[in-house]
Each structure stands twice: as C-alpha cells, then as structure tokens.
C-alpha cells in the first residue's frame, strides 16, 4: 500500500511569505507527527497529533507554525511570515498509535523549505 | 529541547568492521527505537526494544539497553558500503506516545 505522502516535494519561498505543507498519512494510521530538521542535524520534534484527542503541540516554535489534521487523516502545518531561520526539511510521520502501542513510525520523504 | 544524544556525531569504517552507535537519553522510557536515514530521505524504522529488555537482535544488528545508565548502543555488524546512513535513537517517555529523536550517528562504511 502507499506509504505516507508529503507535498510538495520542495518549496522556495520569499521571506514573510507564509507557506501551507501538506501530509498524507498511512490509511487506519490514527497517530501523526510533524517533525523539522536542520542540514545535517537531528529530528526536532514540533506536533504530534493521536486520534481524537486535542494535540501536542509543544514543539512549535512560535506562534507562526500551526497545524490541524482534518478528519483524522490529512495534514497541513503552516508557517505564516515566514523567516529565514524556517528553511529546513519538514517530516511527517504516522503510525497506528493507540491501535497498537510501540508501533514504529512510518516517514514521509519530506517537505525541504527555502526561505530566501 | 532533544530527549537523545548520539556519539559518536560520525563514524567511518571499512566494510566488513563493525560499527558501533551509543544514545544516550534524559528521562525513564516505555521503548527506545532506532531508525535509519539515507540522504535526502525520511526515516526507516529499523528495530524497537523495550524498557524491560536488555538485548535485542535483528539480522546483521544487535541493540542494548541499559535503563539505569538511560542509555543504549546499536551493533552493526560485518558492515557493508549500503549501511551507509545516518543512524537516530527515539525514545518515548513515559505516559506518552511522543516520540523524541537524538541527534543522530552518521555511518560511512567505505567499499
């Protein structure tokens, strides 16, 4: 089956721009997360969505990122005015979460973001 | 901030060696995970071991955990040119599904 699917591939945008990301998740996979990561660095993690229930959202950074998750399936996360320091690769992934605890996540191959 | 850090940041080898990948983690944890990523790629899920685990193995890896040092080690053995990869630990801590990644090894294993 397909994996989980994120658009657009890449994005270039000017800087106070803002920018929509899309996410597509595994079908029947009822946990999703949104993650950003630096050249060369690690994973930060910014959201994390489980089901019904209201999300985690401790990672954002400012209140210029925000995400929803419609219908318990897609995802968007939005940057407004957006800043150079923005630009990175932005990952989702989804796994069954609550369906089965410990279950691994599955990556998109992520959204790379060019602030200029 | 991360819940993970991984040492060594790099590590290069021949192929055929062993490589061999620590992270280290800040609170208790229900499961660590290990995950794989190719340049320019997401991440692959590669192996999980839980908290009451010691040791777990899986084909050419072998994990470890120690919980009172709250850290744990990734074995690859008999490397091979296509381990090449950056490799990162993620934990969850406790009461939670919120899964933290390290900062992650990156492996070059030359042909």
């Known amino acids: 089956g397909a994996g989980v699917s994120q658009s657009p591939s890449n994005k270039v945008t000017e800087k106070g721009k803002d920018v929509e990301l899309r996410c597509d998740p595994i079908?029947?996979?009822?946990?999703l997360y949104w993650y950003r990561q630096s050249l060369g660095q690690g994973l930060e993690f910014l959201i994390y969505?489980?089901?019904?229930?209201?999300?985690?959202k401790s990672g954002l950074p400012s209140d210029r990122f925000s995400a929803e998750r419609t219908g318990g399936s897609v995802s968007t996360l939005t940057i407004q005015r957006t800043q150079q320091e923005d630009s990175a690769v932005y990952l989702c992934?989804?796994?069954?979460?609550?369906?089965?605890?410990?279950?691994?996540?599955?990556f998109g191959n992520g959204t790379r973001l060019t602030v200029t | 901030s991360q819940q993970g850090e991984e040492d060594p940041q790099a590590l290069s080898i021949q192929e055929g060696e062993n490589a061999t990948m620590n992270c280290s983690y800040k609170t208790s944890i229900n499961n660590l995970q290990w995950y794989r990523q190719n340049s320019g790629r997401g991440l692959v899920h590669l192996i999980l071991?839980?908290?009451?685990?010691r040791e777990k193995h899986s084909g050419r890896l072998r994990v470890t955990l120690d919980t009172s040092k709250k850290s744990s080690s990734l074995l690859i053995t008999a490397s091979r040119a296509a381990d090449t990869a950056s490799y990162f630990c993620?934990?969850?801590?406790?009461?939670?599904?919120?899964?933290?990644f390290g900062t992650g090894t990156r492996l070059q294993v030359f042909p």
């Open positions: 071991i839980r908290s009451n685990e």
């Open positions: 969505f489980q089901g019904n229930s209201a999300p985690d």
């Open positions: 079908s029947g996979h009822t946990a």
């Open positions: 993620a934990t969850d801590a406790l009461n939670t599904d919120k899964l933290i």
């Open positions: 992934a989804s796994s069954l979460g609550g369906l089965q605890p410990n279950s691994p996540l599955h």
